[in-house]
């Protein structure tokens, strides 16, 4: 069976690099296209994710070809993967691997796609229709990033807590009855005392 040849653009933007706002966006050269972005990165990160998103969406068996401005992410997918990952995601020199996450991300989408996939550098704003596309898409997206607002770090605030019930002070009236009780008590007393002291007297 011959399969239909899928070629996709891809571009990454950076508004400061680094730090500032990234869009990436790929063009299917027959029509879909799709961007998106993040608050902070580099030009590296958004043309290697970029790459990564048009993998993942394009799954399927047929051959692709990927075309991209930035040699860094195409020599990243290819020609510098292999080597990286035999040597535990160091470079050459012993170094960790930059970007490391999306270059592993890369490595698995490549491993579960059926259909072959190659990489092409193209040069950049020479007229390249496809090309300056992606490129407009991805600065669309780094820009509607860099507007959108932040939000809010602090949760909101919740009822104040409110404070144990008071406990009534004690009050002087049930001291005042005790004491009138016991004097009830001794007075009783006393007048018990009286009886029998009058009933001896009687004998």
């Known amino acids: ?45 958004a043309e290697l994710r970029a790459l990564l998103e048009a993998l993942k969406a394009h799954p399927g068996p047929e051959p692709m070809i990927i075309e991209s401005d930035s040699q860094y992410a195409i020599k990243c997918a290819s020609e510098w993967l292999p080597g990286w ?19 592993q991300a890369i490595d698995r989408v490549l491993a579960e796609r059926s259909g072959p996939v190659r990489f092409r550098w193209v040069r950049g704003h020479v007229g390249n229709h496809f090309n300056e596309l992606a490129d407009k898409l991805a600065g669309e997206a780094a820009r509607a990033q860099a507007a959108a607002p932040i939000a809010s770090a602090t949760e909101p605030a919740g009822p104040e807590p409110t404070a144990a019930p008071a406990r009534p002070e004690p009050t002087a009236a049930p001291a005042r009855a005790a004491k009138k009780a016991v004097r009830r008590t001794v007075k009783v007393v006393e007048e018990v005392e009286e009886v029998e002291e009058v009933e001896l007297t009687l004998f």
Not at 15 to 23: E, K, S
């Open 85 to 103: 990952k035999r040597k535990g995601w160091k470079t050459a020199t012993g170094a960790p691997v930059k970007n490391l996450d999306l270059v």
């Open 1 to 45: 069976m011959v399969w239909h040849m899928i070629i996709v653009s891809t571009d990454g933007s950076c508004l400061r690099n680094p730090g500032g706002a990234i869009g990436w966006a790929w063009v299917n050269h027959e029509g879909p296209s799709r961007a998106g972005g993040d608050r902070s990165g580099t030009n590296q990160i």
